[in-house]
């Protein structure tokens, strides 16, 4: 249906950047969300930021003022760029997307990503 690639992870130091994208591919006629959430082992997957299709933003409290999301509408990508980063920022990060599909009349869909590792450590 909808297929969603994370590319951008990596290995970084605390305090340094990281910027991650994700495309989206399929059949798609529009999307409406797009975003980023994390998860550790352990850890119940958590929301870190997501922007609709009109720039509209939502920030998880323990990112706001270091990471900034944006999106490439006319490509069907999404990116978060990622500043500060700090030990607990480690964790796979996958990306979402939700939308319709063509043809139209299908259900709606809401994809994710197979995740990318974000490693902050000295």
């Known amino acids: 249906q909808v297929q969603l690639v994370e590319s951008g992870g990596g290995l970084v130091q605390p305090g340094g950047s990281l910027r991650l994208s994700c495309v989206a591919s399929?059949?798609?006629?529009?999307?409406?969300?797009m975003g980023w959430f994390r998860q550790t082992p352990g850890k119940q997957r958590e929301l870190v930021a997501v922007?609709?299709?009109?720039?509209?933003?939502v920030y998880a409290d323990f990112v706001k003022g270091r990471f900034t999301i944006s999106r490439d509408n006319a490509k069907n990508t999404v990116f978060l760029q990622m500043n500060g980063l700090k030990p607990e920022d480690t964790a796979v990060y996958y990306c979402?997307?939700?939308?319709?599909?063509?043809?139209?009349?299908?259900?709606?869909?809401?994809?994710w990503g197979q995740g990318t590792q974000v490693t902050v450590s000295s």
């Open positions: 922007i609709t299709s009109a720039g509209s933003t």
């Open positions: 399929g059949t798609i006629f529009s999307i409406s969300t």
């Open positions: 979402n997307a939700k939308g319709i599909v063509q043809p139209k009349f299908l259900p709606g869909f809401d994809s």
